[in-house]
């Protein structure tokens, strides 16, 4: 009947102030001219019941106004039967005209209608009955003159009526037309993503095939850009269905470093131009374990890391993960900032409304199609979440999410149990950084870690610097990037043999010489990485000083490799194709069962946190079907814990190696010459 409840608001109070007029005057004649006493009162307490139910808005809208317009005809009636009110008549029927047409009533029009007449009857009746009015030809004519008016009024506010309902009736066709059109869009967009999404999956496995026979850098661009449209083909995916309100939840565990890691995984990966720096803050406080929709969570940072980097060219981009514990588990917050080109007040609003592609020229001259806030904006208000923003044009951009996380695992997501004994060094050149915001984000980075982690951090900005650092403070760890390194790489490589774990960050491809005890760690550096090496996970505490391990002979070896995330796939298999190992894949615990079953494989590399099935259970899955065939593989879980004992209890489940995400080369030929001592079996 109305568009919304404000609106049906406003009619009722128009219409409830006409009736409380024509009851107060009913009240006020009653007492004047001494009609029946009881009457009065029962005429105020529907009064005053009607306000109660407006201002309560008691019950639904239609039974509110049967009881306005019910209570006003019965007092218009005894206002009309009394002799004196016999021209007055017309006055209050109109009134109550006028009340019925507000809130669309026009069956009261006719019961209005009908009840004048009646009155009018009723009064010539008395009239000639008590013989009190003498009917004269004025008399006469004021009495047609009102039947007249009443029915004009009433044949008036009728068509007025259907004049709006009319008009309701076509609005409400045009707009079914324009939501059966954008349905129909949708379901266009639906169907032709699923389309597409055969070809191109086509053209990623062909040209994975052809990549595993032989490395060409035409083909690998033909994937690269394979992979780009598939992204961008489940971005249609996902914005159809938050516009069509189909999106689904799961909920599952998942570690929040497994789940950094996999994103981080693909960083530069597919990029062969320059980037601005990426800085990863990951609270290490966080709890270890979470529930909720971790793969919406990973389509979230992810699309709002491709948002910062398409409109930033200088700088770099922070990305801050944190949380707040509250009764209820935790408010998970993600907060992305980068030095780009910013955004106006007008973009953020129309961001917030879902309205994709804010300026349509910046997408064309950046790339992309334009959905990704929108499907962030979209995912949040499903998880019932929030989303701010906070921009200003040509000063970079910040946008945090905040969404509620069951907590499985209270423990923090990192730890480091031997900080006591620990003293880092973070040796960072200020002035290799072109813009200040960059070095902010490195600053804010080493802190929290070394908050989070409770250990002792100094801070060096030359090489001089460093040196008494190192002497004086009896450093145990040193952090820093390629830079720093190549400033005096003899010097990195004494210190390190001599109980110094070094570690440099770097593009994915650098490496120093062969038998160095320098750990490399690929870009971006972050807690995860950190604490991994202050937790002993590069074995260099099981090497010679200054002798590194023999490169593992591993030709012909079959290896299977099983994640769910497939950036780790590409990763894997671009290192393992350096020991020229004939690798396959998986993407899922089911996959890796069924592929074990029917091909025979010297090594299994086992991602733990998978959907469905876990990689602990594949794993004894795998190994009770061996058992039974008499065949022997040897398993290692290949995951991103970095948790104190992770490798004791991979150890403890079963697996015969543990190697940690990202994977350091030092690990996996130290596992690898532990397990395969003599190459291939």
């Given at each position: 009947?109305?568009?919304?409840?404000?609106?049906?608001?406003?009619?009722?109070?128009?219409?409830?102030?006409?009736?409380?007029?024509?009851?107060?005057?009913?009240?006020?004649?009653?007492?004047?001219?001494?009609?029946?006493?009881?009457?009065?009162?029962?005429?105020?307490?529907?009064?005053?019941?009607?306000?109660?139910?407006?201002?309560?808005?008691?019950?639904?809208?239609?039974?509110?106004?049967?009881?306005?317009?019910?209570?006003?005809?019965?007092?218009?009636?005894?206002?009309?039967?009394?002799?004196?009110?016999?021209?007055?008549?017309?006055?209050?029927?109109?009134?109550?005209?006028?009340?019925?047409?507000?809130?669309?009533?026009?069956?009261?029009?006719?019961?209005?209608?009908?009840?004048?007449?009646?009155?009018?009857?009723?009064?010539?009746?008395?009239?000639?009955?008590?013989?009190?009015?003498?009917?004269?030809?004025?008399?006469?004519?004021?009495?047609?003159?009102?039947?007249?008016?009443?029915?004009?009024?009433?044949?008036?506010?009728?068509?007025?009526?259907?004049?709006?309902?009319?008009?309701?009736?076509?609005?409400?066709?045009?707009?079914?037309?324009?939501?059966?059109?954008?349905?129909?869009?949708?379901?266009?967009?639906?169907?032709?993503?699923?389309?597409?999404?055969?070809?191109?999956?086509?053209?990623?496995?062909?040209?994975?095939?052809?990549?595993?026979?032989?490395?060409?850098?035409?083909?690998?661009?033909?994937?690269?850009?394979?992979?780009?449209?598939?992204?961008?083909?489940?971005?249609?995916?996902?914005?159809?269905?938050?516009?069509?309100?189909?999106?689904?939840?799961?909920?599952?565990?998942?570690?929040?470093?497994?789940?950094?890691?996999?994103?981080?995984?693909?960083?530069?990966?597919?990029?062969?131009?320059?980037?601005?720096?990426?800085?990863?803050?990951?609270?290490?406080?966080?709890?270890?374990?979470?529930?909720?929709?971790?793969?919406?969570?990973?389509?979230?940072?992810?699309?709002?890391?491709?948002?910062?980097?398409?409109?930033?060219?200088?700088?770099?981009?922070?990305?801050?993960?944190?949380?707040?514990?509250?009764?209820?588990?935790?408010?998970?917050?993600?907060?992305?900032?980068?030095?780009?080109?910013?955004?106006?007040?007008?973009?953020?609003?129309?961001?917030?409304?879902?309205?994709?592609?804010?300026?349509?020229?910046?997408?064309?001259?950046?790339?992309?199609?334009?959905?990704?806030?929108?499907?962030?904006?979209?995912?949040?208000?499903?998880?019932?979440?929030?989303?701010?923003?906070?921009?200003?044009?040509?000063?970079?951009?910040?946008?945090?999410?905040?969404?509620?996380?069951?907590?499985?695992?209270?423990?923090?997501?990192?730890?480091?149990?031997?900080?006591?004994s620990m003293n880092t060094a973070f040796y960072v050149m200020p002035e290799k950084y072109k813009a200040p915001a960059l070095k902010e984000f490195y600053n804010l980075m080493a802190i929290n870690m070394a908050t989070g982690l409770k250990i002792k951090l100094n801070s060096a900005t030359s090489l001089p610097e460093l040196k008494k650092l190192i002497t004086r403070e009896a450093i145990t760890h040193v952090f820093m990037g390629i830079e720093e390194y190549e400033q005096d790489p003899e010097y990195f490589e004494k210190v390190s043999r001599e109980g110094v774990t070094v570690t440099v960050s770097a593009p994915v491809g650098y490496s120093v010489r062969r038998g160095s005890s320098v750990v490399v760690m690929p870009k971006p550096l972050y807690g995860y990485q950190v604490a991994k090496v202050l937790n002993g996970d590069t074995d260099a505490s099981e090497l010679l000083p200054g002798a590194g391990e023999q490169k593992p002979e591993l030709d012909g070896l079959r290896a299977l490799v099983v994640d769910d995330e497939m950036l780790n796939l590409v990763v894997a298999k671009g290192l393992f194709k350096d020991y020229n190992m004939i690798?396959?894949?998986?993407?899922?615990?089911?996959?890796?069962?069924?592929?074990?079953?029917?091909?025979?494989?010297?090594?299994?590399?086992?991602?733990?946190?998978?959907?469905?099935?876990?990689?602990?259970?594949?794993?004894?899955?795998?190994?009770?079907?061996?058992?039974?065939?008499?065949?022997?593989?040897?398993?290692?879980?290949?995951?991103?814990?970095?948790?104190?004992?992770?490798?004791?209890?991979?150890?403890?489940?079963?697996?015969?190696?543990?190697?940690?995400?990202?994977?350091?080369?030092?690990?996996?030929?130290?596992?690898?010459?532990?397990?395969?001592?003599?190459?291939?079996?």
């Amino acid at each position: 009947m109305y568009d919304n409840n404000d609106g049906v608001s406003k009619v009722h109070n128009s219409a409830i102030m006409i009736i409380t007029v024509t009851c107060m005057v009913a009240i006020v004649e009653s007492l004047l001219h001494g009609w029946e006493f009881w009457v009065p009162p029962l005429i105020a307490g529907g009064l005053i019941a009607s306000w109660w139910f407006h201002l309560t808005q008691y019950s639904r809208p239609a039974f509110r106004e049967n009881f306005y317009l019910t209570l006003s005809t019965m007092v218009a009636f005894f206002h009309g039967v009394h002799e004196t009110s016999f021209f007055e008549i017309i006055v209050i029927s109109v009134l109550l005209m006028s009340a019925a047409t507000l809130m669309r009533r026009k069956e009261f029009l006719l019961i209005i209608l009908i009840e004048f007449y009646v009155l009018m009857t009723i009064q010539v009746i008395l009239v000639e009955y008590t013989g009190n009015t003498v009917f004269d030809s004025y008399s006469i004519s004021r009495i047609v003159l009102h039947c007249v008016a009443e029915f004009c009024v009433y044949r008036a506010l009728k068509s007025v009526l259907t004049g709006w309902n009319r008009t309701e009736a076509t609005l409400e066709k045009k707009k079914l037309e324009e939501d059966a059109e954008k349905t129909g869009m949708e379901d266009f967009l639906v169907n032709i993503s699923h389309e597409l999404r055969t070809p191109v999956n086509v053209i990623n496995g062909m040209t994975a095939l052809i990549l595993k026979k032989e490395d060409r850098e035409d083909v690998l661009s033909i994937k690269n850009a394979g992979i780009r449209l598939s992204h961008q083909i489940e971005d249609i995916q996902d914005y159809s269905e938050i516009q069509r309100g189909e999106v689904v939840l799961t909920n599952d565990k998942y570690m929040i470093t497994s789940l950094l890691n996999d994103i981080t995984a693909g960083y530069n990966l597919f990029s062969n131009v320059e980037r601005p720096e990426l800085v990863v803050d990951l609270d290490p406080t966080l709890p270890a374990m979470l529930k909720g929709d971790a793969k919406k969570i990973a389509k979230i940072i992810t699309l709002l890391l491709d948002n910062a980097f398409k409109f930033t060219r200088k700088g770099g981009v922070y990305l801050h993960i944190t949380g707040y514990k509250k009764d209820y588990g935790l408010n998970l917050v993600i907060e992305v900032t980068d030095t780009g080109i910013g955004m106006t007040k007008a973009d953020i609003e129309r961001l917030s409304k879902g309205r994709y592609q804010a300026n349509r020229k910046r997408n064309r001259s950046t790339g992309g199609i334009g959905l990704g806030l929108s499907i962030v904006y979209g995912f949040v208000r499903v998880m019932k979440g929030f989303v701010s923003v906070e921009s200003v044009k040509g000063s970079g951009t910040t946008v945090r999410v905040s969404i509620v996380q069951e907590v499985i695992n209270p423990s923090p997501c990192l730890y480091v149990p031997e900080r006591s004994s620990m003293n880092t060094a973070f040796y960072v050149m200020p002035e290799k950084y072109k813009a200040p915001a960059l070095k902010e984000f490195y600053n804010l980075m080493a802190i929290n870690m070394a908050t989070g982690l409770k250990i002792k951090l100094n801070s060096a900005t030359s090489l001089p610097e460093l040196k008494k650092l190192i002497t004086r403070e009896a450093i145990t760890h040193v952090f820093m990037g390629i830079e720093e390194y190549e400033q005096d790489p003899e010097y990195f490589e004494k210190v390190s043999r001599e109980g110094v774990t070094v570690t440099v960050s770097a593009p994915v491809g650098y490496s120093v010489r062969r038998g160095s005890s320098v750990v490399v760690m690929p870009k971006p550096l972050y807690g995860y990485q950190v604490a991994k090496v202050l937790n002993g996970d590069t074995d260099a505490s099981e090497l010679l000083p200054g002798a590194g391990e023999q490169k593992p002979e591993l030709d012909g070896l079959r290896a299977l490799v099983v994640d769910d995330e497939m950036l780790n796939l590409v990763v894997a298999k671009g290192l393992f194709k350096d020991y020229n190992m004939i690798v396959d894949t998986a993407e899922s615990g089911m996959e890796a069962i069924s592929k074990c079953d029917s091909n025979d494989y010297d090594v299994v590399f086992m991602d733990h946190m998978m959907p469905e099935m876990d990689g602990v259970e594949a794993m004894k899955r795998i190994r009770m079907a061996m058992e039974q065939s008499g065949k022997n593989i040897i398993i290692i879980a290949l995951t991103a814990n970095a948790l104190s004992g992770a490798r004791e209890m991979f150890m403890k489940e079963g697996f015969d190696g543990f190697i940690s995400k990202p994977i350091i080369i030092r690990d996996f030929e130290h596992v690898m010459n532990r397990l395969f001592p003599n190459g291939k079996t």
